[in-house]
């Protein structure tokens, strides 16, 4: 039996308040009337100085925004644009959102306004990054699977007859030379197919609680000692009250141990390397059966090297695409793979001659 329930005039103002979308009200002249605090982020201004003012302000040269809030007004249209928009914002790069406009009509039909309702579409974004990534590593372990097969057998008999070949070679021929060049070079494409195959068909994961904080300290540790000579300084940032995190402690540690050890070797001469742990407060990943949130675990690892240009910045996951001399250019592709095994998200923003920033986000299972 339904019951009568009692709608407590506050809880509307506690709803607007702690939404993640920003909420901005203008009335019918476009004078901005109320703001919520998303809103207050969105517009990166308080809303004691937000009051009062057009809201055509805040959207200046922001072309598609201003048409949205046009027909809210004056054609009284409820409009949107989901495909994603740049916003701009004084001092901060620009955000990808969404925003729906509506307008508002009184008990007796008249128009009085409209809402603007505008949503971050930055998680959304990284995630479909992610799920484009692991439709190219499943199509990539479906090749790797026949590649292996074929390419080894072969390999095998190559450094064989090599190093017979070599035997038979008497003590101080120079031909000796090239016989080892042939074995060196099977057994460095015998290694790129074995991350290949790492890849394709990594091993299960072995869940347990890891102390990220321990990992991350030992592999600062690691890197400091590797960088001797050179002047460049690792550090860790983390929340002592970080809890464990449920994961595979050795593929978490082959995981930071790249990326740390990737953005030192983006500094040419001297520079930093910043490795930040916290809980998020604001990200959260639904579990499955439908339980509470888990909470995430952010990992920020940020340097000042010589940065990655756009072209390259969106095809560092291709397998084999490296700038590295030596590389193989797996390295995050398997990095991908690990993080998505663990269920978490990986984003890297990067500006030339200014440095990296690479975000890795693991949800505390339970």
């Given at each position: 039996?339904?019951?009568?329930?009692?709608?407590?005039?506050?809880?509307?103002?506690?709803?607007?308040?702690?939404?993640?979308?920003?909420?901005?009200?203008?009335?019918?002249?476009?004078?901005?009337?109320?703001?919520?605090?998303?809103?207050?982020?969105?517009?990166?201004?308080?809303?004691?100085?937000?009051?009062?003012?057009?809201?055509?302000?805040?959207?200046?040269?922001?072309?598609?925004?201003?048409?949205?809030?046009?027909?809210?007004?004056?054609?009284?249209?409820?409009?949107?644009?989901?495909?994603?928009?740049?916003?701009?914002?004084?001092?901060?790069?620009?955000?990808?959102?969404?925003?729906?406009?509506?307008?508002?009509?009184?008990?007796?039909?008249?128009?009085?306004?409209?809402?603007?309702?505008?949503?971050?579409?930055?998680?959304?974004?990284?995630?479909?990054?992610?799920?484009?990534?692991?439709?190219r590593l499943s199509m990539l372990g479906t090749l790797a699977a026949g590649l292996a097969h074929e390419i080894k057998n072969p390999l095998g008999g190559v450094?064989?007859?090599?190093q017979l070949l070599s035997m038979e070679l008497p003590e101080g021929s120079e031909l000796r030379e090239y016989t080892q060049v042939m074995v060196r070079e099977?057994?460095?494409?015998?290694?790129?197919?074995?991350?290949?195959?790492?890849?394709?068909?990594?091993?299960?994961?072995?869940?347990?609680?890891?102390?990220?904080?321990?990992?991350?300290?030992?592999?600062?540790?690691?890197?400091?000692?590797?960088?001797?000579?050179?002047?460049?300084?690792?550090?860790?940032?983390?929340?002592?009250?970080?809890?464990?995190?449920?994961?595979?402690?050795?593929?978490?540690?082959?995981?930071?141990?790249?990326?740390?050890?990737?953005?030192?070797?983006?500094?040419?001469?001297?520079?930093?390397?910043?490795?930040?742990?916290?809980?998020?407060?604001?990200?959260?990943?639904?579990?499955?059966?439908?339980?509470?949130?888990?909470?995430?675990?952010?990992?920020?690892?940020?340097?000042?090297?010589?940065?990655?240009?756009?072209?390259?910045?969106?095809?560092?996951?291709?397998?084999?695409?490296?700038?590295?001399?030596?590389?193989?250019?797996?390295?995050?592709?398997?990095?991908?793979?690990?993080?998505?095994?663990?269920?978490?998200?990986?984003?890297?923003?990067?500006?030339?001659?200014?440095?990296?920033?690479?975000?890795?986000?693991?949800?505390?299972?339970?």
């Amino acid at each position: 039996m339904k019951q009568p329930v009692h709608v407590d005039p506050n809880l509307y103002a506690m709803v607007l308040e702690n939404i993640d979308r920003g909420v901005v009200v203008m009335n019918q002249a476009g004078v901005v009337t109320l703001v919520n605090p998303s809103g207050e982020d969105f517009l990166g201004i308080s809303q004691r100085h937000c009051l009062g003012r057009d809201v055509r302000e805040f959207f200046q040269g922001q072309e598609t925004i201003l048409y949205l809030i046009r027909v809210a007004l004056q054609e009284g249209r409820t409009i949107s644009d989901d495909e994603g928009l740049l916003l701009q914002r004084p001092s901060q790069r620009p955000l990808p959102i969404s925003i729906y406009a509506a307008p508002i009509f009184s008990k007796r039909g008249g128009q009085e306004g409209a809402v603007l309702i505008i949503r971050d579409l930055t998680r959304v974004q990284e995630l479909e990054r992610s799920l484009r990534r692991a439709d190219r590593l499943s199509m990539l372990g479906t090749l790797a699977a026949g590649l292996a097969h074929e390419i080894k057998n072969p390999l095998g008999g190559v450094k064989g007859a090599a190093q017979l070949l070599s035997m038979e070679l008497p003590e101080g021929s120079e031909l000796r030379e090239y016989t080892q060049v042939m074995v060196r070079e099977v057994e460095r494409i015998n290694s790129i197919i074995e991350e290949l195959m790492d890849l394709a068909n990594p091993r299960p994961a072995e869940m347990a609680e890891v102390n990220l904080v321990k990992v991350l300290n030992d592999i600062i540790l690691l890197q400091q000692e590797a960088a001797r000579g050179k002047h460049i300084s690792f550090s860790l940032a983390a929340d002592p009250s970080l809890p464990p995190i449920l994961g595979d402690e050795s593929l978490l540690t082959r995981l930071f141990l790249n990326l740390v050890k990737n953005a030192g070797e983006a500094i040419e001469e001297e520079g930093w390397v910043r490795v930040e742990a916290r809980v998020s407060a604001d990200l959260h990943i639904n579990s499955p059966g439908g339980g509470r949130p888990w909470p995430m675990a952010i990992i920020r690892i940020s340097d000042n090297g010589s940065g990655i240009p756009q072209e390259e910045l969106d095809r560092i996951f291709t397998p084999y695409f490296t700038t590295k001399i030596g590389g193989s250019g797996l390295g995050l592709a398997i990095c991908q793979k690990i993080i998505e095994d663990h269920r978490g998200l990986l984003n890297i923003s990067s500006n030339p001659g200014e440095g990296t920033i690479v975000t890795v986000s693991l949800p505390f299972r339970h």
